[in-house]
């Protein structure tokens, strides 16, 4: 069946650097990629998405390329900051209205 | 946060009872979904809702039965608890349409403990 890939399960960057998280999908159908932040105990949110017709998107000091042939994308995170920790979730859409989402990437901002 | 609210937030209950779960948008958004949230497991789907009284099932729904009889509501109803069961619940709300895309939109939460 469908599904999508995030690697990897932790991510540990000193602050300042930047961090980048990977996902595969394996619906060629999907055309809607959107990345979620999830903070401890809190819902989680939408931070940035990107559709199939463009490459890459940014919204300052996150941008998330995707590669529609190898079937990947990725978050990227520059410049982190220790409110950047968090668990950060992927997502690609299906044919019935659904996400299949990613397993998750718990990021530490380390000072 | 989009309009959404979720009650209870907590609740505690015992094996073998019955507990509803309710989500309720002020958005007017079609679609409407119920996920549980464990440790190491990521979001899993249970039910979604496509519009009032329609409703299909998602990877994990053994054990729950759902229902919308309003735009705004959106019941989750765990039959008989079990320990199982034990987890925290979002649910999340999209305007999608068939030619758009599906931003999903999440509730505050709840946790339920079964004991």
């Known amino acids: 069946g469908e599904n999508v890939e995030q690697h990897p399960s932790t991510l540990s960057v000193q602050e300042g650097d930047s961090a980048v998280i990977k996902c595969t999908y394996s619906d060629s159908a999907s055309n809607y990629f959107p990345w979620y932040k999830q903070e401890l105990g809190k819902r989680p949110q939408l931070i940035i998405d990107?559709?199939?017709n463009v490459g890459e998107k940014k919204d300052q000091r996150i941008a998330v390329t995707l590669n529609k042939t190898a079937k990947h994308f990725s978050l990227h995170i520059t410049e982190t900051q220790p409110e950047d920790s968090a668990v950060y979730f992927c997502?690609?859409?299906?044919?019935?209205?659904?996400?299949?989402w990613g397993a998750g990437t718990k990021l530490i901002i380390k000072p | 946060d989009a309009g959404i609210t979720q009650s209870p937030r907590h609740k505690v209950t015992e094996t073998g009872t019955p507990v509803t779960l309710r989500c309720h948008q002020t958005e007017n958004h079609r679609y409407m979904y119920w996920y549980r949230q464990d440790p190491g497991h990521g979001l899993r789907l249970i039910h979604y809702?496509?519009?009032?009284?329609?409703?299909d099932k998602g990877e994990v729904s053994d054990g729950y039965s759902v229902s919308r009889s309003k735009t705004e509501d959106f019941l989750l109803t765990l039959e008989s608890a079990t320990s199982s069961q034990t987890s925290v619940y979002f649910c999340?709300?999209?305007?999608?349409?068939?030619?758009?895309?599906?931003?999903?939109?999440f509730g505050p939460g709840t946790r339920l403990t079964v004991l």
């Open positions: 999340a709300i999209s305007a999608q349409s068939m030619s758009s895309y599906n931003e999903q939109f």
């Open positions: 990107i559709r199939s």
């Open positions: 809702s496509y519009g009032v009284k329609d409703t």
């Open positions: 997502a690609a859409s299906s044919s019935n209205y659904q996400l299949i």
